[in-house]
Nanobody, 128 residues
Framework: QVQVVESGGGLVQAGGSLRLSCAASGRTFSNYHMGWFRQAPGKEREFVAAISWPGGVTYYTDSVKGRFTISRDNAKNMGNLQMNSLKPEDTAVYYC?????????????????????WGQGTQVTVSS
């Protein structure tokens, strides 16, 4: 079992930056693939970014490429999502999720149902 907790959300003006963190306890989080998803009011949960284990291959949705960077610190059992040049359309609850370290195709990282463990989410609000 892996417990996941996100932190770092908040209110920021358009063009600003936030850094989300994902802490895990239980089994060794560093042995899991990690993903970030977001859900805006009235919309479905959508993929944002993912990073594989152990190679650290990264995946991004097109709308955040060049602005967001996903990373992981295996020694600290944590992951991060650095978000720069934020836009009002980035406003959502952001969720961190863990996927067991099995062979995973790139498209599988983008599906919420691929992930076994989820945090409670952290609110990100970008004002215009």
């Amino acid at each position: 079992q892996v417990q996941v907790v996100e932190s770092g959300g908040g209110l920021v003006q358009a063009g600003g930056s936030l850094r989300l963190s994902c802490a895990a306890s239980g089994r060794t989080f560093s042995n899991y693939h990690m993903g970030w998803f977001r859900q805006a009011p009235g919309k479905e949960r959508e993929f944002v970014a993912a990073i594989s284990w152990p190679g650290g291959v990264t995946y991004y949705t097109d709308s955040v490429k060049g602005r967001f960077t996903i990373s992981r610190d295996n020694a600290k059992n944590m992951g991060n999502l650095q978000m720069n040049s934020l836009k009002p359309e980035d406003t959502a609850v952001y969720y961190c999720a863990a996927l067991p370290p099995r062979p995973t195709a790139g498209w599988e990282f983008r599906l919420p149902e691929s992930y076994d463990y989820w945090g409670q989410g952290t609110q990100v609000t970008v004002s215009s």
